[in-house]
């Protein structure tokens, strides 16, 4: 078998090794404890100090694994073993406890100074830094992760986890209160969910969903009047909040104010035709006021509602599986029993877009948009098959209403743009005003500065890549030569975009958008 063999010609050098090892370990392991302030510190420290406090038993135990490991090695001169020291001491009024072992850390020093031949200081002080700001990322994606978890005490751990660490950004922070206040809630801890949610406002004052979840918890203590206020402050930052109208319809109800209850149960079902909470409450309160008859709509309605969802479900199923042709069916039951249920069209009509049946797709989309003027996802969709069909100009128009409806999210200014372009519309300053408020830094971000002239292809590319790995980084590629390809077409260099369109197309999943796009231009300008 071979011998691993780390020769140390000096006694000296390894007591220097021992020696730096120490004060390094100490200035990382221990000396955060002894500041107050970790932001004080030089900025390339903090993310270790942040690391540390979190991970340090891990960090320790796979020390401890490597130390067992390199027993297994031999490591001499002239053929003498050297052997580990005693644990060094943490007290036990320290906050968090590590297994300190200055056995691993001579075995881990002397390796790396003996591999790396490391003579300086800096040089060991800035890879330590730079694995403990690693391992500080790795940690921070874990504790999110858990911060997101659907099982309470979890949720509250990897919460609590991140609003100690003080690394993150304010809105981030509320995040993580926000969350947290989630999961006390689901174990019925009211007061805690309260001040959590508290504390999330406090941080991000225009955290709708912050205010809205408070409201139900005090609407569950009893508390109409503040439940009331703080589903009207929900509602203000979110107007199309639905789940807020019928939530403060209840509140109302439970105060004995019927009409403004019944109010709210219409706004309610207006934004959500399929809410059958909404129907069934609002024909409880019609039943109170004594109006027998519209109750009775409403419990019919409520009835066929659940069992077009039932239809609505199995359809589901299919196009998750790729079988169209059971899934068509399947929505045709649930519009047959509920005609209003406009969702059942819009599914139905991306079954016969995948089939390549664009005009019944449209059929299916009108119906979804004559049930709701403002349904965005209809006019996307009846927008983006219009596109397909090379209906330029009409999928402008489609485009432009989901925009003036949707202003948040970032994807429609860039098909608003391309339809128009296509058409011979473009308007540059159009595609500005809609995308000034956008933030350019997060994706597709770097889409939307190419459009705007501030970042070239190649760097479109590049920022595409950047920061991420595995299905994001494939995904933000798929897209980025999608829209690179249309951006090098609009400026009549259609060979390159051609290379760009056909990178898309074998990159891109079938299920993208980008993916029926960048096919249906490749076939435009064959």
């Not at 004052?205 to 912050?210: G, I, L």
Request: hydrophobic share 40%; with cysteine; proline share 3%.
């Amino acid at each position: 078998m071979r011998r691993w063999k780390i020769r140390l010609d000096r006694d000296s050098f390894i007591a220097f090794v021992l020696d730096l090892a120490i004060k390094l370990f100490r200035f990382f392991c221990i000396g955060q404890r002894q500041t107050s302030n970790a932001k004080s510190l030089p900025f390339i420290y903090r993310p270790a100090l942040g690391s540390i406090r979190c991970v340090g038993p891990l960090l320790f135990a796979f020390f401890d694994f490597a130390a067992a490991l390199l027993r297994q090695i031999q490591v001499s001169d002239n053929a003498t073993t050297r052997q580990m020291g005693p644990p060094c001491d943490a007290t036990e009024s320290e906050k968090v406890q590590l297994s300190c072992k200055s056995d691993v850390t001579l075995v881990i020093m002397t390796v790396l100074s003996s591999s790396f031949m490391l003579r300086e200081t800096a040089t060991l002080t800035a890879i330590c830094g730079f694995l403990a700001m690693l391992t500080f990322a790795q940690t921070r994606d874990e504790l999110w992760s858990r911060c997101r978890a659907t099982e309470p005490d979890l949720s509250i751990g990897g919460c609590t986890a991140i609003i100690q660490l003080e690394q993150e950004t304010t809105n981030d922070l509320a995040t993580a209160f926000y969350n947290r206040g989630n999961a006390y809630s689901t174990k019925g801890d009211n007061d805690r969910a309260i001040r959590d949610y508290d504390e999330a406002i406090r941080l991000n004052p225009k955290f709708s969903d912050a205010f809205y979840n408070r409201g139900n918890v005090v609407l569950d203590k009893g508390d109409n009047d503040r439940a009331i206020r703080d589903y009207d402050e929900a509602i203000r930052l979110n107007p199309k909040f639905s789940d807020a109208f019928y939530n403060r319809g209840r509140a109302y109800r439970a105060k004995g104010d019927n009409d403004r209850a019944i109010q709210d149960f219409d706004e309610a079902i207006r934004l959500d035709p399929n809410d059958t909470l909404a129907f069934l409450d609002r024909g409880r309160t019609y039943q109170r006021k004594g109006d027998t008859d519209r109750a009775t709509q409403d419990f019919e309605q409520a009835f066929r509602i659940d069992q077009a969802l039932s239809f609505f479900s199995r359809g589901n199923a299919y196009a998750t599986k790729g079988d169209y042709d059971r899934a068509i069916p399947e929505y045709d039951e649930a519009v047959r029993v509920n005609p209003e249920f406009a969702e059942a069209f819009i599914n139905r009509g991306n079954m016969y877009r995948e089939k390549g049946d664009f005009d019944r797709a449209v059929q299916d989309y009108d119906q979804a948009i004559q049930v709701n003027p403002d349904n965005v996802l209809a006019l996307n969709n009846r927008g983006f098959t219009k596109f397909l069909m090379s209906k330029f100009s009409d999928a402008g128009t489609d485009f432009s209403l989901s925009v003036d409806l949707d202003f948040k999210d970032a994807y429609l200014p860039l098909w608003l743009h391309l339809a128009r372009a296509n058409a011979g519309q473009a308007d540059p300053d159009e595609f500005a005003r809609n995308t000034a408020k956008l933030d350019h830094s997060i994706w597709p971000g770097p889409v939307i500065r190419l459009y705007l002239g501030r970042v070239t292809p190649e760097e479109t590319l590049t920022l595409a890549e950047n920061g991420v790995e595995g299905k994001t980084r494939r995904d933000r590629t798929c897209q980025a030569k999608f829209y690179v390809g249309e951006y090098l077409l609009s400026r009549g260099d259609v060979d390159t975009a051609r290379l760009a369109l056909q990178e898309a197309s074998s990159i891109c999943s079938h299920t993208f958008l980008e993916y029926d796009a960048a096919m249906s231009e490749l076939r435009r300008i064959h």
